[in-house]
């Protein structure tokens, strides 16, 4: 399974109003989490956050939520930021916008965010000039890639840290696929960026 662990320079000069990175001045970072919540990894994700007094931001996606309120709230008590990641994690590139658009603001009665992330980061034009009307998109610059199953977790946490630097927002996820590998990655990424002097913050 081939993806780019640093987003490509010709993607971000391509969709320069997507939010891809935040100040590079400042040795701080953005952990983000998207197609939560789930049982078996939200609250997982939560206890190593909290043992860091660490906040991030979660995309949820509007299904899982209607599923699993409780957890949803945890993260909104805990401090966490709210994201929208559509209702059903649709492919941007497979929907037409007009269902697209509809399925965002179906997340959003549940969300109540004016965060967008794309699922899969994908999205056509016409959507995104849509949603920018509404939503701040963000996208990111480090993927932990944690969602492949061939990736081993200690290479999972190797992509972050390599390519990590300051204003990075970077993807981990909670989902079923990528429990082997957030769950080790999370909490040795955290020590080894509080120790290179890195701070975190929510967008």
Same mark, same amino acid.
């Given at each position: 399974? &081939? @993806? ?7 993607? #971000? ?6 939010? &891809?990175? #935040? ?11 998207d ?39 945890r ?13 059903n994690?649709?492919?941007? &590139? ?13 997340? $959003?009665?549940?969300? $109540?965010?004016?965060?967008? #992330? ?6 056509? #034009? ?5 949603l920018?009307?509404? @939503?701040?998109?963000?996208? &990111? ?14 290479q999972c946490?190797?992509?972050?840290i390599?390519?990590?630097? $300051?204003?990075?927002?970077i993807?981990?996820?909670d $989902?079923?696929?990528?429990i ?24």
């Amino acid at each position: 399974m &081939w @993806y780019p662990i640093k987003s490509p320079f010709w993607l #971000r000069w391509l969709y320069p109003q997507l939010i &891809w990175h #935040r100040s590079r001045k400042h040795p701080c970072l953005y952990l983000t989490f998207d197609d939560g919540p789930i049982p078996d990894v939200t609250p997982e994700i939560l206890n190593i956050l909290k043992s860091f007094e660490i906040k991030a931001t979660f995309f949820c996606v509007g299904d899982n939520v209607q599923k699993y309120p409780e957890i949803f709230q945890r993260i909104k008590s805990e401090g966490h930021q709210i994201g929208n990641h559509t209702h059903n994690h649709l492919k941007g &590139w497979k929907t037409s916008k007009k269902e697209y658009l509809k399925n965002v603001e179906l997340c $959003n009665k549940f969300t $109540n965010s004016k965060l967008f #992330r794309p699922p899969y980061g994908r999205g056509t #034009r016409a959507q995104y000039l849509d949603l920018k009307k509404e @939503y701040k998109i963000i996208m &990111w610059d480090v993927m932990s890639g944690d969602f492949d199953l061939s990736l081993s977790p200690q290479q999972c946490l190797k992509n972050v840290i390599k390519h990590t630097e $300051n204003g990075s927002i970077i993807v981990f996820h909670d $989902n079923i696929k990528a429990i082997p590998r957030v769950t080790y990655a999370l909490p040795h990424a955290i020590e080894h960026w509080l120790k290179a002097g890195y701070t975190f913050a929510t967008l």
